[in-house]
C-alpha cells in the first residue's frame, strides 16, 4: 500500500478490497457466460469471455485511478472499451454465401465487457443481474429455439438421378413449393448418373419436410442431407 501511495496512487484497505471484489466477480460471470459458449463449440469460450470482463473491469477501474490522480475525465478509458469490443466481436461473426454465424456470440462478448464495466464500477448487483439475464437468454431461449426448429440452421442435401435437367426442375418445383431457396449449387458427373448439391437456410421442422419432399419424389433415385454444425 505504501509503495503505491508514494507513487501517487490511494490506496486503502477498503479500496484494495473492492477492486479486488471487483475483478474476482468480473472473472467469475464473465466465466460463466463463456461456460455455455464452451459447451456449444464455439470459437469464443470460456478463457475468452472471462478475460474480456475482467479486462473491462479493470480498464473502469484503472481510468478512475488515472483520473483521480492525473487529473483529467475519469470515464475517458472506459469510454473506449465499447468500440474495442465492437472490433473483437466482429471477428467472431462469419460470413458466407448463404448464411451468418456467430452473431449471438458476438452479442455475448459484448454482454460480457458491459458486466465487466458494472463490476469494476461497484455495481455489483446489476452486474449479476446482467448475467443471469444472458444466462436465461442463452440456455432456456436457446432450447425453446431448438425443441421448436426456430433458428434457422445450414444443411446440404445431395440428390442423385439419371439426368441433370429433370433434377434441377424437380427440386427448383419442391422448393419452392416450400418457399425455401437453395444456395451453393454444385453439379458432379458419375458416369451414367449424376448428382446435385444444394444448400439451404431454414428451421429444424422446414428441413424435415424438404426431405420428406425430395425422397417421395419419383426423380431421384437417392437423397442425402446434413446439417452444418
Known amino acids: 500500500m505504501d509503495f503505491l501511495t508514494s507513487f501517487g496512487v490511494p490506496m486503502g484497505m477498503e479500496q484494495v478490497g473492492r477492486y479486488v471484489v471487483s475483478l474476482v466477480l468480473a472473472a467469475f460471470l464473465g466465466g460463466m457466460i463463456g461456460v455455455e459458449r464452451e459447451l456449444r463449440r464455439k470459437a469464443a469460450g470460456l478463457r475468452t469471455h472471462m478475460f474480456i470482463c475482467l479486462g473491462a473491469a479493470f480498464f473502469t477501474i484503472l481510468s478512475g485511478l488515472l483520473a483521480g490522480t492525473l487529473g483529467g475525465d475519469h470515464t475517458r478509458i472506459?469510454?473506449?472499451i465499447i468500440p474495442g469490443i465492437g472490433f473483437i466481436g466482429a471477428g467472431t461473426i462469419l460470413h458466407s454465401r448463404a448464411s451468418v454465424t456467430g452473431l449471438t456470440t458476438a452479442?455475448?462478448?459484448?454482454?460480457s465487457?458491459?458486466?465487466?464495466?458494472a463490476s469494476g464500477g461497484g455495481f455489483y448487483v446489476l452486474a449479476l443481474l446482467v448475467t443471469l439475464i444472458a444466462l436465461f437468454g442463452l440456455f432456456l431461449l436457446g432450447w425453446v429455439e431448438g425443441h421448436f426448429g426456430l433458428k434457422p440452421v445450414l444443411a446440404t442435401y445431395d440428390v442423385f438421378g439419371a439426368s441433370l435437367d429433370p433434377m434441377l426442375v424437380a427440386v427448383n418445383r419442391i422448393l419452392k413449393a416450400e418457399q425455401q431457396s437453395m444456395h451453393s449449387v454444385n453439379v458432379v458427373s458419375l458416369g451414367d448418373s449424376c448428382r446435385l448439391q444444394f444448400s439451404v437456410v431454414a428451421g429444424s421442422n422446414e428441413h424435415r419436410q424438404l426431405l420428406v419432399a425430395l425422397r417421395t419424389d419419383i426423380t431421384f433415385a437417392r437423397v442425402q442431407s446434413s446439417e452444418a454444425r
Open 107 to 111: 452479442a455475448t462478448i459484448f454482454i
Open 78 to 80: 472506459a469510454a473506449q
Open 113 to 117: 465487457a458491459s458486466i465487466g464495466m
